[in-house]
């Protein structure tokens, strides 16, 4: 009976964990607003892309 209980703390810890874990992620994630380019900044960079065909990973 002990061993089951003590299984039973373990699982709660555990359900605890992932409560706060997710809650952590949407305080987290959630907050961030979506950043707005300046006009000529997305002006530039839709140059550039036009000119390369699309941006390559690590060369923007």
Do not use: C, H, W
């Not at 810890?13 to 707005?36: C, D, F, R």
């Amino acid at each position: 009976m002990k061993l089951a209980e003590d299984k039973l703390k373990r699982l709660t810890k555990k359900e605890q964990q992932v409560k706060s874990a997710k809650i952590m992620a949407v305080l987290k994630y959630s907050a961030n607003q979506p950043k707005t380019r300046e006009a000529k900044k997305a002006a530039l960079l839709q140059k550039y892309e036009d000119q390369r065909g699309g941006f390559k990973i690590g060369k923007i």
